[in-house]
């Protein structure tokens, strides 16, 4: 079964494009990808990072 370049619109025989080489996996074996919990994470550190900032600045 082929899988659909997202980047060159054309379908890939494989798991990745042999033109652009992007991973053309289908999205169901891997519900949140990893980047996107990074991301998370690292929104959720920057806003306690603000707060805290926020907190200090106050407390002075
Ligand atoms: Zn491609």
Redesign the pocket.
Known sequence: MAQW????D?P?EGDV??????D?TPEAREPIPWRWRFFIVATVLYLIWRIYQLVSWLSH
């Open positions: 370049c997202e980047h060159c054309r890939v494009c042999e033109v652009c080489g992007a053309v």
